[in-house]
C-alpha cells in the first residue's frame, strides 16, 4: 500500500513551548483521517507542517514517497490542497481567476485548459454559476467550496482541511461537508482537522486525537468514539457531548 | 482689496504664458515624479518585504542578496527621506548633471521620481502589513512562489489601500517641486520669481502664486477622488482580470 502522507518523528516548537512531539503517522491513498483534540493540541500545526507553511524542528515527512524537503518547495506545495478555517480565496480576483491562477503560473497549462477545468471543479462544488463574482462577495460557505475548487485545480495528491466549517455559521455549515462528503466517496484522500464530531464518525476511515502535541490515539471511528482506551480521550468526548446538550 | 485683486488679476493676464509655462513644468514634475515614484516604491517595498521573509529552502547565496536588498534599500529610504529634496537637488544638479549636460527637467523628473519612491517604498510596504496573511498563505498553499504571491496577490490588495496616501504624494509633490527651482527648471515658483523680481509687486504675485497651486492640488484631489471611486466600485475586478490573462 502506498503512503500519501508519512510522518516521523515530526516535532515543533514555538520558542520554548513544545507544539509537536514525536508525531509518527500515514496517511493511504483514498483514506479520510480526521484529527480530533483541545484548542492549542497542536492539530493546525501539524497540517501546515505537512505543507511547509510551518518549518518542522526535526523529524521527517513523505508526500508519495518523496520527501518534503526533496525538490522544489513550490511543486510540493501544488500537490498538497490547503483549505483554511478562514477560507484564504484572493480577494481581488474573482472566482474564476482564484481557481485560474495556480493552474497557470504553478502548472504552466494555458489559460483555456485552465479555465474548463476550473469549471469543472466549481460545478462539482456547486460555485459555477458565480464563476465571475469577486470572491469577497460570497458567503462564508460559498468561498470554503471555492476554495476547495481552487485545491482540486492543482490536481493535488490529498487535500488538508484545517477546520473547514468553524468560521460558517450552522446553517451552512452542511453545504461545506456535504461537498467534502461527496469529494470522501468518489476516493480524493483528505486529512481534516474537524469539531465536527458527526463528520468524524459517519465520513472517516480513521480517526486521529492529538493532546498535547502528541497523538495519544487513533483508529477506526466507531472504535474510537465507542470504547476510547485512555482517560484523556474519555474526557474529551464527555466533555464534548456536554457541549452539545448544553 | 478689490485693487489688490485687480492688480493680481492685471499680472495674471499680462504674464500668462509665463504662469502657463511655469505650470506645465510643475505639472509634468508631479506627475512624472508620482508616477515613477510609485513604480520604484511598489519594487523596493515589495522587495523589502520579501527580503524579511525567511523560506526554508533559501540557499546561503539567497540569504546573503536577501540581506544585502534589505540594508541598500533601507538606506535608500532613510537618506532620502531624512534630507531635503532642495539640498538633494542642488549637490545633484551642480555636482553632477549640469557638467554631465543633462537638461535639467530630465535631472528634476528623477530627483522628484528617486524622492517620492522612498516615500511610496514606506506607503507601500505598510500597506503589505496591511493584508491579511492569509492572503498569502493561500497563495503559497498552491505552490506561488514568494515573488508571484507578492506581484498578483498581496500587492494589488496593498496598492488599492494605499490610493489615498498615493494621493497624498502627489499632492506633495505639485507643491514641493517648487524646491527644483534651484536647479534652474522654469516651473511654476521660478517663473513667480521672475514675474516678482521684474514687476516688484512681490505681494500680488505670491498670492496669485498660492492661488494657482491651491487650484492644482485641489484639481488632482478631485480628479483622484473619481478615480479612486471607480476602482472601489469595480471591485475586485479591478487590478485582477489582466494578471490572468497575461499569463506569465
Ligand atoms: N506562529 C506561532 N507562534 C507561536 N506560537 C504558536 C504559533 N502557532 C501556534 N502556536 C501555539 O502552538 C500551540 C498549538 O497551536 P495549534 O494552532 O497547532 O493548535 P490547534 O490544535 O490547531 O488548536 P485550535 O483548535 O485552537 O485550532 C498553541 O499553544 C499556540 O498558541
Ligand atoms: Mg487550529
Known amino acids: 500500500m502506498e503512503h500519501v502522507i508519512e510522518i516521523k518523528h515530526l516535532a515543533k516548537s514555538f520558542g520554548t513551548q513544545k507544539v509537536l512531539n514525536d508525531i509518527n503517522f500515514v496517511v493511504d491513498?483514498?483514506?479520510?483521517?480526521?484529527?480530533?483534540?483541545?484548542?492549542?493540541?497542536?492539530?493546525?500545526?501539524?497540517?501546515?507542517?505537512?505543507?511547509?507553511?510551518?518549518?518542522?524542528?526535526?523529524?521527517?515527512?513523505?508526500?508519495?514517497?518523496?520527501?518534503?524537503?526533496?525538490?522544489?518547495?513550490?511543486?510540493h506545495r501544488s500537490e498538497v490542497g490547503m483549505v483554511f478555517q478562514s477560507f484564504n480565496l484572493f480577494d481581488n480576483k474573482t472566482v474564476l481567476e482564484n481557481c485560474v491562477l495556480?493552474?497557470?503560473?504553478?502548472?504552466?497549462?494555458n489559460k483555456h485548459e485552465a479555465i474548463?477545468?476550473?469549471?469543472?471543479?466549481?460545478?462539482?462544488?456547486?460555485?459555477?454559476?458565480?464563476?465571475?463574482?469577486?470572491?469577497?462577495?460570497?458567503?462564508?460557505?460559498?468561498?470554503?467550496?471555492?476554495?476547495?475548487?481552487?485545491?482540486l485545480c492543482m490536481d493535488c495528491q490529498v487535500i488538508l482541511f484545517d477546520e473547514p466549517t468553524s468560521a460558517l455559521d450552522p446553517i451552512t455549515v452542511d453545504e461545506v461537508l456535504n461537498v467534502m462528503k461527496k469529494l470522501a466517496e468518489e476516493g480524493l484522500t483528505m486529512v481534516v482537522v474537524t469539531h465536527e464530531m458527526a463528520f468524524a464518525k459517519d465520513v472517516s476511515?480513521?480517526?486521529?486525537?492529538?493532546?498535547?502535541?502528541?497523538?495519544?490515539?487513533?483508529?477506526?471511528?466507531?472504535?474510537?468514539?465507542?470504547n476510547p482506551q485512555t482517560d484523556s480521550l474519555r474526557r474529551f468526548l464527555g466533555r464534548y457531548l456536554n457541549q452539545q446538550t448544553a | 482689496m478689490i485693487e489688490f485683486i485687480q492688480r493680481m488679476i492685471d499680472l495674471a493676464v499680462r504674464y500668462h504664458t509665463l504662469f502657463l509655462n511655469g505650470i506645465r513644468y510643475t505639472v509634468v514634475l508631479a506627475l512624472v515624479g508620482t508616477a515613477c515614484g510609485l513604480l520604484i516604491g511598489l519594487v523596493i517595498g515589495g522587495l523589502r518585504a520579501i527580503?524579511?521573509?525567511?523560506?526554508?529552502?533559501?540557499?546561503?547565496?539567497?540569504?546573503?542578496?536577501?540581506?544585502?536588498?534589505?540594508?541598500?534599500?533601507?538606506?535608500?529610504?532613510?537618506?532620502?527621506?531624512?534630507?531635503?529634496?532642495?539640498v538633494q537637488g542642488m549637490l545633484l544638479w551642480f555636482g553632477y548633471f549640469q557638467g554631465a549636460g543633462w537638461n535639467a527637467l530630465a535631472a528634476g523628473c528623477l530627483i522628484i521620481s528617486v524622492n517620492t519612491g522612498a516615500y511610496m517604498a514606506e506607503i507601500i510596504r505598510s500597506g503589505i502589513m496591511g493584508i491579511d496573511k492569509g492572503q498569502s498563505e493561500g497563495a503559497r498553499s498552491i505552490g506561488l512562489s514568494a515573488w508571484?504571491?507578492?506581484?498578483?496577490?498581496?500587492?494589488?490588495?496593498?496598492?488599492?489601500?494605499?490610493?489615498?496616501?498615493?494621493?497624498?504624494e502627489l499632492i506633495?509633490?505639485?507643491?514641493?517641486?517648487?524646491?527644483?527651482?534651484?536647479?534652474?527648471?522654469?516651473?511654476?515658483?521660478?517663473?513667480?520669481?521672475?514675474?516678482a523680481g521684474t514687476t516688484l509687486k512681490v505681494t500680488?504675485?505670491?498670492?496669485?502664486?498660492?492661488?494657482?497651486?491651491?487650484?492644482?492640488?485641489?484639481?488632482?484631489?478631485?480628479?483622484?477622488?473619481i478615480v479612486e471611486k471607480k476602482i472601489n466600485h469595480r471591485k475586485s475586478n479591478y487590478f485582477s482580470s489582466q494578471t490572468v490573462a497575461e499569463g506569465e
Open chain 1, 29 to 75: 491513498k483514498g483514506e479520510v483521517v480526521t484529527i480530533i483534540g483541545q484548542s492549542g493540541s497542536g492539530k493546525s500545526t501539524m497540517l501546515r507542517c505537512i505543507n511547509l507553511l510551518e518549518v518542522p524542528d526535526a523529524g521527517e515527512i513523505y508526500v508519495n514517497g518523496k520527501s518534503i524537503y526533496e525538490g522544489n518547495i513550490n511543486k
Open chain 1, 205 to 226: 476511515d480513521r480517526v486521529v486525537f492529538m493532546e498535547n502535541g502528541v497523538i495519544v490515539e487513533e483508529g477506526r471511528p466507531e472504535q474510537l468514539f465507542v
Open chain 2, 148 to 168: 508571484q504571491t507578492m506581484r498578483l496577490i498581496v500587492l494589488p490588495q496593498a496598492l488599492k489601500n494605499s490610493i489615498p496616501s498615493i494621493v497624498n
Open chain 2, 204 to 225: 500680488e504675485t505670491y498670492t496669485l502664486l498660492l492661488v494657482l497651486y491651491l487650484i492644482m492640488t485641489s484639481l488632482a484631489a478631485w480628479l483622484m477622488g
Open chain 1, 116 to 151: 474548463e477545468i476550473a469549471h469543472k471543479y466549481l460545478k462539482k462544488v456547486g460555485m459555477d454559476e458565480f464563476a465571475d463574482k469577486p470572491s469577497t462577495q460570497l458567503s462564508g460557505g460559498q468561498k470554503q467550496r471555492v476554495a476547495i475548487a481552487r485545491s
Open chain 2, 172 to 195: 506633495v509633490n505639485i507643491k514641493d517641486s517648487c524646491v527644483l527651482s534651484v536647479m534652474m527648471i522654469p516651473e511654476l515658483f521660478f517663473q513667480a520669481e521672475t514675474i
Open chain 2, 51 to 86: 527580503s524579511k521573509q525567511m523560506e526554508i529552502n533559501d540557499t546561503a547565496l539567497t540569504r546573503i542578496i536577501k540581506k544585502i536588498i534589505d540594508i541598500v534599500t533601507y538606506i535608500y529610504i532613510t537618506v532620502v527621506r531624512g534630507t531635503p529634496m532642495m
Open chain 1, 102 to 109: 495556480g493552474q497557470v503560473k504553478v502548472l504552466k497549462r
